[in-house]
């Protein structure tokens, strides 16, 4: 028996276009009627929400590859929860399902735009980890635009996060040579001993990123997966193999600034050691999402990926959580846990 | 009958190591002993000696991908020439050769080294134009590394050089919209009524290149062959279309500064524009020369490529040739006359 529903939803809202790292004071938890699901609709309790760094960017109103969220509306954010009422035939209330809930606790959404969940498969937070956006990102990420050949050297920003910890363990299923880049003891010990990274730099405490890299990386560097760019960024160019390849999948250091920050101009090299870099969006590869959502699920559960999430409970306490993903405290999955699974 | 030869040969060395801009006093007349060419080899009288952009880098002391010029030895180039002595059943005396003959009135060479001319195909000179690496660098450039679709809007700058005069031509014959960026009125209009570009801009008299780009590619830029890199590439990434391609063939802006300009960091465009930027080097694709350099010569054979030369006479003279040239002074290909073609 599904517990009553409450009378009233809360949301967040944007309260205020961020300068510089977002303040709390930018979101506002706010009261709404709880939604009516319309046809073909279902009314979503929401359990885990998702918050990832390109969150930020839509933050700001700038043209991008999706509208900026707009002030005074709900977040937009992908999410897990329980279909608790349904008016479409493919759901059933006790159904998990993923979708983009947004900021709030509870959600009407189309049922189209709903994925159902197999709680038996994996702990269900795994659909938007490693079995969601940032498994998905890794895989094409890494073997599609990255495309390290077995024996190769990977090396991976943001190595700990919920997109780099998926790249590291598929580039060492795929016979590659993994050294990570992340910020703190923790995170680089998570990254060697549980993760299997041959090697990992602390950014925060290595003086000297370039020869970090060179130290760790006795044969060069011959593909990066970035999600952070900045500094470390520019330490891999100057460093990368001849035809190496730079999948740039985030710019962490980059979201907060109100203007690009100035850098030395690196296209010299890049056109000298005949390097690819490139940009990707995981929907890009929509049409390809089965073929990689099979390979993560087998390898999860043989065990080759392992993942952690940093959990944080109450949809109150969302930006607080937030503000501390973009600064890096977060280890692995960064999730709101909205309510109890059951 | 050949002229008899001279008992000495002249040479330009690299005297010292430039710093920004060489200076005439990088470089310095020898006089040396006619060399004596070996087994297996020719002596070469050079007729036309190319300069290239990329042997400013070659005169810095860096490690890339040639060794650096010595100092005190003969500055590199390719070249053409005329057989006057021959240790190999390959080349007779009077054969027209091209190879890396230096930068000196006359060249031993290993027979091996050397390509013979067909002075009925073209006149000789275009063996370092376009039927010589400038071409090819522009027919795989464009075509194998910016990969623009029929109908799509290609961007070149150093639109009127060796490379760039070619690589808008080919784009024209592909079924491009083709947009040039060069220096000065007189390049801009040899572009658009010479060349058949569709749009020329002058960036040394156009106060907003991005303006300029978004009024002469109303449907956005697709592909961008970029040979100057600097304030004129930041401008085209800032314009460039999702899933755009940038392949990187030169960066003439950028080779006299002793360490990088700074500038903002556009990682962040080149990711959520899906942009693919690739540094290519002809070399890469020698195996595929034959290929590349058939489709030149029936190109030009059917009047569709045409070229210009900028012709200095004397050795003496290929300094300041050279110095003219990372300066912008030439239109097309940046040619040194050593002697009369026969």
């Known amino acids: 028996m599904p517990p009553a529903l409450p009378n009233r939803n809360r949301q967040i809202h944007l309260a ?8 709390e004071s930018d979101f506002a938890l706010v009261e709404a009627p709880m939604p009516d699901p319309g046809p073909d609709e279902v009314l979503v309790r929401g359990i885990y929400l998702s918050l990832d760094p390109y969150m930020r960017g839509r933050m700001n109103d700038r043209k991008s590859y999706v509208p900026p969220f707009k002030l005074g509306e709900t977040m937009g954010a992908g999410g897990v929860g329980e279909v608790v009422r349904s008016n479409s035939p493919a759901f059933q209330p006790g159904d998990i399902v993923e979708g983009l809930m947004g900021w709030q606790d509870y959600a009407a959404m189309k049922a189209k735009g709903l994925r159902k969940v197999d709680p038996k498969l994996a702990p269900i937070s795994t659909a938007v980890g490693v079995l969601g956006m940032p498994g998905l990102t ?3 990420g890494l073997l599609d635009v990255a495309r390290p050949k077995p024996g190769e050297t990977v090396v991976v920003s943001g190595a700990a996060g919920a997109v780099g910890s998926i790249v590291g363990q598929i580039a060492k299923i795929h016979g590659n040579r993994v050294v990570g880049i992340a910020g703190g003891a923790d995170k680089v010990r998570h990254c060697v001993e549980d993760l299997g ?32 760019g900045g500094a470390i960024t520019d330490a891999v160019i100057l460093t990368i193999n001849d035809f190496g390849r730079i999948a740039l999948c985030g710019q962490i250091s980059q979201y907060n600034l109100e203007k690009p920050e100035m850098a030395p101009r690196l296209f010299v090299p890049i056109l000298f050691k005949q390097v690819r870099m490139q940009g990707f969006l995981v929907f890009s590869y929509a049409d390809r999402y089965p073929e990689g959502a099979k390979k993560l699920a087998e390898w999860l559960k043989a065990g080759k990926i392992k993942y952690r999430e940093t959990i944080t409970d109450g949809l109150e306490n969302a930006p607080k959580a937030f503000i501390g993903m973009l600064k890096g405290a977060n280890t692995g999955k960064q999730l709101v846990r909205l309510a109890a699974e059951n």
């Open 197 to 228: 990274y041959d090697a990992c730099i602390d950014y925060k405490a290595e003086p000297d990123i370039r020869a970090a890299l060179e130290r760790t990386c006795p044969n060069g560097i011959d593909a990066y997966f970035d999600n952070v």
């Open 16 to 23: 205020a276009r961020p300068s510089g790292l977002p303040r």
């Open 138 to 140: 890794a895989f094409f």
